[in-house]
């Protein structure tokens, strides 16, 4: 099994900037692709970006391109979320996920392995 734990989240004003890690224990090596998701007070999970584990191909939702980050430390078996210009709308619970495949997935019913969230409060 693989224990994944967030951190890094809290309340940041509006324009500034948060980084979450995730933190992965366990059977790492049957980690592969990794995700970040989030959910909003009375909405579905969404996706946010996935990383491949070599870190060489990335994918972000159209709504945080540009201002998000997703980096991966294999040494460390961390995953990053660098979050700059937050807006309040990004607001939510973010959630860590893996997959035990190597490709990207934006659906969270492809990930096997998920951490307890944090929460980002972005105030205006």
């Known amino acids: 099994q693989v224990q994944l734990v967030e951190s890094g989240g809290g309340l940041v004003q509006a324009g500034g900037s948060l980084r979450l890690s995730c933190a992965a224990s366990g059977r790492t090596s049957s980690t592969y692709a990794m995700g970040w998701f989030r959910q909003a007070p009375g909405k579905e999970r969404e996706f946010v970006a996935a990383i491949r584990r070599s870190g060489g191909s990335t994918y972000y939702a159209d709504s945080v391109k540009g201002r998000f980050t997703i980096s991966r430390d294999n040494a460390k078996n961390t995953v990053y979320l660098q979050m700059s210009s937050l807006k309040p709308e990004d607001t939510a619970v973010y959630y860590c996920?893996?997959?035990?495949?190597?490709?990207?997935?934006?659906?969270?019913?492809?990930?096997?392995?998920w951490g307890q969230g944090t929460q980002v409060t972005v105030s205006s």
């Open positions: 996920a893996g997959r035990s495949t190597y490709s990207l997935s934006l659906s969270s019913n492809e990930y096997d392995y």
